[in-house]
T-cell receptor, first 115, second 113 residues
Framework: DTEVTQTPKHLVMGMTNKKSLKCEQH?????MYWYKQKAKKPPELMFV???????INESVPSRFSPECPNSSLLNLHLHALQPEDSALYLC??????????????FGPGTRLTVL | GDSVTQMEGPVTLSEEAFLTINCTYT??????LFWYVQYPGEGLQLLLK?????DKGSNKGFEATYRKETTSFHLEKGSVQVSDSAVYFC????????????FGTGTQLKVEL
């Protein structure tokens, strides 16, 4: 099973709201990723977690706050977003324990609209 | 730095036509290469991959061969279907920390009856 699930599928929020995106995988993967994808563009890496620790932050504004409570879950907390943050947010995971088993498996994404 | 160049789209084909989507890359070392597909309104799905020179990845009738001499990983399918309509992303992963993927800009494929 190579499934990564994300909730919610769609989210509409105001600029003063606080919301969270959730990602879950049960493949035993120890690396998880958040990407942002604007329309007609490739995904852009935001954060990487490895063994529940933040490994990479691609200079993402602090209004995006990631959290990895355990090896299966990844959250993205949102606060005081701007309309330009509207995008498809994708989660991915990969197994970092075995050499060359570095394929990233993506979830279906959360389509976020900021009003 | 690393980069991936894909042919511009959209590519429009009739059903059962032959498909080629070109992908070339620039990278040091020996990257792994991937094709991902994104259907309308969905996330990315891994289509196929190759981890070393001359490897051929294949899945669902799609194929791509890792050509180090031409730094290419072109995607091909012998007979496309309407259900293949999607955006196709070529990507590479190079060595080093973070398992970062470098994506091409994506190529939209439209298949018509």
């Amino acid at each position: 099973d190579t499934e990564v699930t994300q909730t919610p599928k769609h989210l509409v929020m105001g600029m003063t709201n606080k919301k969270s995106l959730k990602c879950e995988q049960h493949m035993g993967h120890r690396a998880m990723y958040w990407y942002k994808q604007k329309a007609k563009k490739p995904p852009e890496l935001m954060f990487v977690y490895s063994y529940e620790k933040l490994s990479i932050n691609e200079s993402v504004p602090s209004r995006f706050s990631p959290e990895c409570p355990n090896s299966s879950l990844l959250n993205l907390h949102l606060h005081a977003l701007q309309p330009e943050d509207s995008a498809l947010y994708l989660c991915a995971s990969s197994d970092r324990l075995r050499e060359y088993s570095d394929t990233q498996y993506f979830g279906p994404g959360t389509r976020l609209t900021v009003l | 730095g690393d980069s991936v160049t894909q042919m511009e789209g959209p590519v429009t084909l009739s059903e059962e036509a032959f498909l080629t989507i070109n992908c070339t890359y620039t990278a040091t070392g020996y990257p792994s290469l991937f094709w991902y597909v994104q259907y309308p309104g969905e996330g990315l799905q891994l289509l196929l991959k190759a981890t070393k020179a001359d490897d051929k990845g294949s899945n669902k009738g799609f194929e791509a061969t890792y050509r180090k001499e031409t730094t290419s990983f072109h995607l091909e399918k012998g007979s496309v279907q309407v259900s293949d309509s999607a955006v196709y992303f070529c990507a590479l992963r190079n060595g080093g920390g973070g398992n970062k993927l470098t994506f091409g800009t994506g190529t939209q494929l439209k298949v018509e009856l």
